[in-house]
C-alpha cells in the first residue's frame, strides 16, 4: 500500500485497512550538496562542536551547546529556549540522534518550528515525534515532540560519517526485528493501536537494510542508499502511526539503560549499537517464552492465547535466522555482545531484572514479568548465550 521510495509521501494520504487515515507533511530533501546556503534570521541552527564542521559554509545563526553532546539531557534543552533570540521561529538541528532529540524536543516545548540537517546515517528518529530525554536523577522518558517541517539528508555528508556511526544506524534497523512483534503483542494484550499495513513498510525496510549490509563495511553507495532509505521509512512509519511503537520495542527499552549506564560511565557506545544487542537478547528470550503455552493469567490476555501459535511462529521464524543476521552484523563490525560495549554478566543480568519502559509501553519486558518467568528465562538465557 505504502510507497517504497521516502520522496513520494509529502503532502499525502493513505486510507488504510487499519481505519485511519494516514497522512505525512514532512518535506524530506535527499541528494548530493543539497543543504540550504543560508538560512534566514529567524532560524536558529543547534548543533555541538563535532557537527558544526559538517556546516561548511552554510550562513545563519549557529548555537553551539557543547563541544560533544552525547546525551539529550533535559538542561541542554532549557539552555536553547532561555538563550535563543526572540525574533526565532525555527530550529535548525545540525547533527544525528542526540541534537535531533533536543532540538525537536526544544522545538515541541518553544512551539517553534523543527527542521533536521542529518550529519549521520545512524538512527531513524530524523523524521520521528517523540524524543527520548534524560531528566534528573538519569530518568530517561519518551517525550511528545515536534515532527519535521523539513529534513535535508545529504548523501555525501551521510556516507562520509564515522564508521561507527554508520554500523549503529544498521543496528537501529535491526532491531525492528522484536519490534515488530512486541507492538503486535501490545496490541494483542493492551489493545495499542495496531497497523498491518505501517508493520509491512517497516518489514520492508528492514529487509532492504539487511539484505544490502555487507556492502557497509566499504561504504558501498547501494548499501549506504538501502541504509539511508531504511532510516526513513521507519521514521515515516512513526511518523504516521503517531508513536514509536512501528521502530521500537524492548531491545530500545534496553538500549536506553544502557545510555544511562553510559552516564555513570559504566557503558560505552552509541545508540543503535544497544539497539542491535538488545534484538539479539530479546528474540532468544521471546523463544524461550513461546517454547510452551501458559495458562491465561486473566481475561487481559484472552487476545494473546488466542494468538499464541500465530505469535510463536513469528518468534520461531525469527531465530531460525537469528545466527545468520549475527554473523552478518560481526562481518562489518557491528556489535552483538554486551561485554563489547562494557557490560559483564553481573551488570546484564541487572540490567535484564531492572530494566522499565521510559514511557508505558507493553514489550517482551512487561510479557515475561506479567507470566512470573523473568527470573527464569534470563537465568536460561545467561547459561545458554554467555
Known amino acids: 500500500m505504502f510507497p517504497k521510495n521516502p520522496l513520494e509521501y509529502k503532502g499525502r494520504q493513505f486510507c488504510c485497512k487499519c481505519g485511519k487515515t494516514h497522512s505525512f507533511n514532512a518535506d524530506i530533501i535527499l541528494g548530493k550538496n543539497i543543504l540550504p546556503k543560508e538560512f534566514s534570521k529567524d532560524t536558529l541552527i543547534i548543533c555541538d562542536s563535532n557537527t558544526l564542521k559538517c556546516a561548511g559554509n552554510i550562513k545563519g545563526e549557529k548555537f553551539v551547546i557543547g563541544k560533544s553532546v552525547e546525551s539529550a539531557k533535559i538542561n541542554f534543552v532549557r539552555h536553547i529556549i532561555d538563550n535563543m533570540p526572540k525574533d526565532i521561529i525555527t530550529l535548525a538541528a545540525l547533527g544525528s540522534g542526540t541534537i535531533c532529540d533536543i532540538t525537536r524536543y526544544a522545538a515541541h516545548l518553544s512551539q517553534k518550528h523543527f527542521v533536521a540537517l542529518a550529519t549521520a546515517p545512524s538512527m531513524d528518529g530524523y523524521l520521528s515525534v517523540v524524543s527520548p530525554i534524560v531528566f534528573e536523577n538519569y530518568v530517561k522518558r519518551s517525550m511528545p515532540s515536534k515532527a519535521p517541517k523539513k529534513a535535508y539528508c545529504d548523501i555525501d555528508i551521510l556516507s ?227
Open 160 to 386: 562520509a560519517a564515522p564508521m561507527r556511526l554508520i554500523l549503529a544506524g544498521l543496528g537501529d534497523i535491526l532491531g525492528k526485528f522484536t519490534s515488530l512483534i512486541d507492538w503486535k503483542i501490545a496490541n494483542l494484550v493492551e489493545d495499542c493501536y495496531y497497523c498491518p499495513e505501517i508493520a509491512e513498510l517497516v518489514k520492508y525496510a528492514v529487509e532492504l537494510c539487511y539484505q544490502n549490509s555487507q556492502g557497509l563495511k566499504d561504504r558501498d553507495n547501494k548499501s549506504i542508499m538501502a541504509l539511508i532509505d531504511a532510516l526513513l521509512l521507519c521514521g515515516i512509519a512513526m511518523n504516521m502511526a503517531g508513536f514509536s511503537r512501528p521502530a521500537s520495542g524492548a531491545e530500545h527499552t534496553l538500549a536506553h539503560y544502557f545510555e544511562i549506564e553510559v552516564l555513570k560511565n559504566k557503558a560505552y557506545g552509541y545508540h543503535g549499537e544497544f539497539v542491535g544487542i538488545g534484538m539479539l537478547i530479546y528474540a532468544r528470550l521471546l523463544n524461550m517464552f513461546f517454547e510452551k503455552k501458559p495458562n491465561m493469567l486473566s481475561k487481559k490476555f484472552e487476545k494473546l492465547m488466542d494468538s499464541w501459535y500465530s505469535i510463536k511462529d513469528e518468534v520461531t521464524s525469527l531465530n531460525d535466522r537469528l545466527e545468520q543476521i549475527e554473523s552478518a552484523m560481526k562481518d562489518v563490525g557491528c556489535k552483538t555482545k554486551p561485554s563489547e560495549i562494557g557490560i559483564d554478566k553481573k551488570a546484564l543480568i541487572k540490567a535484564l531484572l531492572t530494566v522499565r519502559p521510559s514511557m508505558p509501553k507493553y514489550t517482551s519486558i512487561t510479557l515475561l514479568r506479567d507470566f512470573g518467568k523473568e527470573k527464569e528465562l534470563i537465568n536460561k538465557y545467561i547459561e545458554k548465550y554467555l
